[in-house]
């Protein structure tokens, strides 16, 4: 089992930055996928990023292409997520998520491993 812990989120304007961090414990997240996703009241959850499991790969959706940034530390056994510009419609609870499985699947948000409980980001105008 792997239990997955956001914290970073927060209440800022917009225009700032905030770094997100996903630290996991139980197993080493070595050998997982790891992404972002975040899910905003009335809307469908949405893929930000992912990175491969050495963090060779990384890929970013065209939403937030430019202005996030994701990252991973296996030593540490974390994962960030860089976000700049933060506009009013990032204001949404930000979750973090472990997977074995290929990429197309993750980015559909299928076939996830594990999940974190998400932190709450709220970007004011």
């Known amino acids: 089992q792997v239990q997955l812990v956001e914290s970073g989120g927060g209440l800022v304007q917009a225009g700032a930055s905030l770094r997100l961090s996903c630290a996991a414990s139980g197993r080493t997240i070595n050998n997982f996928f790891m992404a972002w996703f975040r899910e905003a009241p009335g809307k469908e959850r949405q893929f930000l990023a992912a990175i491969s499991w050495s963090g060779g790969h990384t890929y970013h959706a065209d939403a937030v292409k430019g202005r996030f940034t994701i990252s991973r530390d296996n030593a540490k056994n974390t994962v960030y997520l860089q976000m700049n510009s933060l506009k009013p419609e990032d204001t949404a609870v930000y979750h973090c998520?472990?997977?074995?499985?290929?990429?197309?699947?993750?980015?559909?948000?299928?076939?996830?491993?594990?999940w974190g409980q998400g932190t709450q980001v709220t970007v004011s105008s």
């Open positions: 998520a472990a997977s074995f499985n290929i990429i197309s699947e993750i980015i559909a948000g299928r076939r996830i491993d594990y």
